[in-house]
Structure formats: C-alpha cells, structure tokens
C-alpha cells in the first residue's frame, strides 16, 4: 500500500473532497497523478474505494485494476479526472 506522508498536510477544496467523495460512492475509475513521499510522480487509473481521516490528514484509498491498494494524501494528487461514469 502506497502511503505518503512526509511534509505537514495543506488541507484542499471542499469542492475537489466533494468530488472525490462522489467517485467513492460510485465506485468510479480515475485516473489519478500524484506525487509519493519522494517527490516521485505517478500515474495510474484507480478504483475509488473510500476517504480516510488519520492524524488530521485525509486520504483516498484506492484500487488498481491488479488489485494493488494505494492510499494517497489528497493533498498529494495534482490532477485526477474520471474514467467512467459507472454509478453503483
């Protein structure tokens, strides 16, 4: 599981947790870019699985199509757009 926290969390947008929000309940794929503890970026198309508050800090666990589990801080992920519209 991927986890990223190195640096003090800087909270994000109502508006952009709303969306993300949105793709858990859905269960929508995105594809998501986000920078790791490292500064390294990636990219890959997730399952929004759940938001995760821990030490004030909020998170989207995700799923990849292989079944690997990421849990990235938002305020890590720079862009992320949704690949279906699949409403569950």
């Known amino acids: ?17 709303d969306g993300y929000e949105i793709a858990v309940m859905r269960r929508q794929q995105l594809q998501i870019e986000w920078l790791d503890a490292d500064q390294l970026p990636h ?3 997730l399952i929004a699985k759940d938001l995760e508050t821990l030490d ?33």
């Open 1 to 17: 599981m991927t986890v990223t926290k190195d640096t003090p969390y800087n909270p994000i947008s109502c508006a952009t947790h």
């Open 43 to 45: 990219t890959e198309i």
């Open 56 to 88: 004030r800090e909020e998170f989207l666990l995700a799923e990849s199509i292989n079944g690997t589990r990421h849990r990235i801080r938002l305020d890590r992920i720079k862009n992320y757009s949704v690949i279906n519209q699949n409403q569950a």
